[in-house]
């Protein structure tokens, strides 16, 4: 598949492409993870400005319209420059969800401020065993007159010790595994009772550990429906794994190209690498994996786009298919390196090491292969 963009999608291509060729080059980015908060809020800023941060929301909720398509082509771009700012968390996750499952007073109070890059957000859904288990949920949820009581533990929260605000699943009703009963939550990170442990991920990223003990929220910060939280989580799953489908795909675009600049100047015997047939053969095998990929990136976004209900059968297959691919691409570009693959100066290993932490996102390779079979 090779979708045509409209002419609106170009310019935000374009648009984007320009901006992280000129302010975010990998030295830039070297610089912004190595600092104390490990992000930019200047680069956050200017991505606001551009619109960067509007472009997925619908006009009726102040946005740009762009959907699901628009969230493919930042991504991508992003994956093809290792952006850390947390577009994902924060638009994609947080913002889809206040969209599809908010009220009308919730979309009016929250959104502004997401497009606007004022609030910072995260999605609490992990717990230490629940694997890739929505429904595994231990963390609970008291109603106690008007306000709810918290009491739990998440893990590896992607981009909580940045965030102003979480939503934090919870279970209201039912056992631990039961898929009715749980709910979704917004919590203020500066709630009494909240406590983050921030570590950093393999990728230059920041994430916590969060416990909650005695978090007192108003009935208000209730997302969607009570009980009813595994359906609106794995929606936003789909639109995750679609995200980060193409955000892999920016990353194999430039380990491909980078690896076919390498071979063309390294010599090795007095001769280029890339004059051996052997290599040459890996990176035919490298340039299909990322072809296969980038068309089934771009199926997947249009499937979410169009609102298939076959949606969520499709992203399973394309995490696990896009992931292979991925870590096939990374690998063979740290190998056709040598021993600078793995070097911290190169951004080679930078690039793999995104990848891995995608590969582990709402679910791996292989947890989507066994969950695309039952499906079918």
Known sequence: MDIQFTEEQELLRSSVQRLLR??????????????????????????AEMGLLA????????????????TMIVMHEFGRHLVVEPFFETVVLAGGLIESVGTDAQREELLPAIMGGEAIWALAWTESKSRYDLNNVATTAKRTG??????????????????????????????????????????????????????????????????LKDVTVPAGSLLGAEGKGVAVLEACRDRAIAALCAEATGAMDVLNSATLEYT???????????????????????????????????????????????????ASGAKSKIGEAARFVGEQAIQLHGGMGMSDELN??????????????????????LRYARAA
């Open 22 to 47: 000129d302010q975010y080059d990998f030295e830039t980015r070297r610089k912004i993870v190595a600092t104390e908060e490990g992000w930019s809020r200047k680069h956050w800023s200017a991505f």
């Open 55 to 70: 472009a997925p929301f619908s006009e009726a909720s102040g946005g740009l319209g762009g959907g699901p398509l628009s």
């Open 146 to 211: 008007d306000t709810y009581v918290l009491n739990g533990a998440k893990a590896a929260v992607i981009g909580a010790p940045w965030a102003d605000k979480l939503i934090v699943s919870a279970r209201t009703l039912g056992g631990p595994r039961d898929n009715a009963g749980v709910s979704l939550f917004i919590v203020d990170r500066q709630s009494a009772g909240l406590h983050l442990q921030s570590f950093k991920t393999i990728d230059g990223r920041r994430a916590a550990e969060i416990t």
């Open 264 to 314: 063309k100047t390294r010599k090795q015997f007095g001769v280029a690498l890339g004059t051996f047939q052997v290599l040459q053969h890996r990176m035919v095998d490298m340039f299909i994996a990322l072809q296969e990929a980038t068309s089934l990136s771009q199926h997947l976004n249009l499937t979410v786009a169009e609102g298939d209900q076959r949606v969520s059968k499709l």
């Open 348 to 369: 080679i290993g930078h690039y793999f090491k995104r990848i891995l932490s995608i590969n582990i996102q709402f679910g791996d390779p292989t947890y989507h292969l």
